[in-house]
């Protein structure tokens, strides 16, 4: 059995090692020079920056994409920090309003922050919403119903801004709460020794390693699509077949490529659902600085800050991610798709964040990097994914345009590609050594 994969990105790879290790035949082709898409580092001054994430697997070693990478065979390290995450507070001097600076509180301190009637209902919430989890309308607005204070706005933007890179009032209340429960199931985050590459390179390595081939400078620019079915790719002008065919690109992109299909009149219902997919969006900027600017590898949460919604120091953890003596912090803002045409005036917002968050402190701005359109935090927003079967038999589409329910980030492509595995090997079908 042959796999062609289109896109050599965290989900094209994971399936490609997963299917190489099935005894598939694997050939990936991937347009850019280089593998790992929105998942890998770039060199930059000595510091190990990245082409998107934050060196942070959501659910750390315990999560699906760790159990994935070690089903596969994929010898990656992934570190837990301590402490996991707080949440970055004004420190108010006396009873007037003058900010005093910052102070940082454990995250399960953010319901210390609610009045003691709201403390109350928070407590008996936590374990009703467990029971039985609100499938209706916005998280936001969820919140307005049920805890009409400022505070719980900041955080949860704070906690959505970082994780999925949306407003509370974007997230489905549906995708919110299964986003707990796997919190609750999984825990919370780590960082990948070597960075997001180490994760790349070790899939890569596996698909070589069982006879696959990854092309880069490899342009898909056709599926070939017989009897509605996948049959093969177009590359560079040159035809290759198999018998399945997935694609790391997300539901829209993949159908342009299926020529005709769209304007054919067929799976109207498939393409108008595609169409609602919107990516979301978001600036990474990266500091440098001698001395660290938190001195932990936890994320911390900032719902008082304009535009920041979190940041990490990934160098305490792994030094190797910076040159000898120096640090690399990196911050998250989500920017709303409305405010994408004031870009620089958001940018200069998050700047301005950091400058009052770390006042006093010396660090050197490295990069700043902006995500949206076609280069995106993620495909599709959390909550709007499609799943990974297309209309056409043997195309599925992977990656983090196709998670799985509540599966923040890589742990959504991890849960995405897991389950097109088991559609195309047959569920249950496991490497030796998984459950
Ligand atoms: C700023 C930012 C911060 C983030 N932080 C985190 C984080 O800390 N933790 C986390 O879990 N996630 C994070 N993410 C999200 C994470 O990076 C992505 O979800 C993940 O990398 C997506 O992988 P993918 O395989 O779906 O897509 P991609 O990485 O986009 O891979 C798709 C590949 O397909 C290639 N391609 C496209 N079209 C073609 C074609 N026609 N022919 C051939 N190849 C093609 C592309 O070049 C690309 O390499 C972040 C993202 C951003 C942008």
């Given at each position: 059995?042959?796999?062609?994969?289109?896109?050599?990105?965290?989900?094209?790879?994971?399936?490609?090692?997963?299917?190489?290790?099935?005894?598939?035949?694997?050939?990936?082709?991937?347009?850019?020079?280089?593998?790992?898409?929105?998942?890998?580092?770039?060199?930059?001054?000595?510091?190990?920056?990245?082409?998107?994430?934050?060196?942070?697997?959501?659910?750390?070693?315990?999560?699906p994409l760790a159990q994935l990478l070690t089903e596969v065979g994929a010898d990656v390290e992934i570190v837990r920090p301590s402490p996991l995450s707080m949440i970055r507070i004004p420190k108010i001097k006396g009873g007037n309003y003058y900010k005093e600076g910052y102070v940082d509180i454990p995250f399960s301190g953010f319901k210390n922050q609610f009045s003691m009637?709201?403390?109350?209902?928070?407590?008996?919430?936590?374990?009703?919403?467990?029971?039985?989890?609100?499938?209706?309308?916005?998280?936001?607005?969820?919140?307005?119903?049920?805890?009409?204070?400022?505070?719980?706005?900041?955080?949860?933007?704070?906690?959505?801004?970082?994780?999925?890179?949306?407003?509370?009032?974007?997230?489905?209340?549906?995708?919110?709460?299964?986003i707990f429960e796997n919190l609750y199931r999984y825990g919370g985050s780590g960082i990948p020794i070597g960075g997001c590459r180490a994760v790349v390179d070790a899939l890569a390595d596996i698909i070589t390693s069982n006879g696959g081939v990854i092309h880069t400078g490899a342009d898909v620019s056709e599926v070939i699509i017989r009897d509605n079915?996948?049959?093969?790719?177009?590359?560079n002008n040159v035809e290759y077949f198999g018998d399945v065919t997935i694609s790391d690109i997300g539901h829209l992109e993949t159908s342009r490529l299926c020529n005709g299909a769209v304007e054919s009149g067929k799976h109207t219902q498939y393409f108008e659902k595609i169409r609602k997919i919107m990516p979301s969006a978001g600036v990474k900027i990266c500091l440098s600085s001698d001395e660290p600017l938190i001195g932990h590898g936890g994320v911390i949460f900032t719902p008082n800050a304009r535009r920041i919604n979190g940041m990490n120091e990934v160098t305490n953890v792994d030094p190797g991610l910076a040159p000898p003596g120096k640090h690399l912090l990196m911050s998250h803002m989500c920017v709303q798709q409305d405010r994408l045409k004031y870009l620089e005036d958001e940018i200069d917002l998050g700047l301005h964040d950091l400058k009052e968050m770390f006042a006093g402190k010396k660090y050197e701005v490295l990069l700043i990097q902006s995500h949206s359109n076609g280069w995106p935090v993620n495909r599709s927003a959390s909550g709007l994914d499609v799943g990974n079967k297309t209309p056409f038999t043997d195309l599925y589409v992977v990656g983090d345009g196709a998670k799985g329910e509540g599966g923040i980030e890589v742990e959504g492509v991890a849960l995405g590609v897991s389950a097109t595995m088991d559609i195309i090997l047959g569920q249950g079908n496991r490497l030796d050594g998984c459950n």
């Open positions: 059995m042959k796999a062609l994969i289109i896109g050599a990105g965290l989900g094209g790879l994971l399936s490609g090692a997963r299917l190489a290790r099935a005894g598939y035949e694997v050939e990936v082709f991937e347009r850019l020079a280089m593998i790992g898409g929105r998942f890998t580092n770039i060199e930059y001054k000595g510091f190990k920056l990245s082409t998107g994430a934050l060196h942070m697997i959501p659910h750390g070693p315990g999560g009637m709201n403390q109350l209902k928070l407590a008996s919430l936590l374990v009703t919403t467990r029971i039985n989890p609100p499938k209706e309308g916005t998280f936001g607005k969820w919140i307005s119903r049920n805890v009409k204070e400022e505070w719980a706005f900041k955080i949860a933007d704070a906690f959505c801004g970082w994780s999925l890179s949306l407003g509370c009032f974007d997230v489905s209340t549906k995708e919110a709460f299964a079915s996948a049959a093969g790719l177009v590359v």
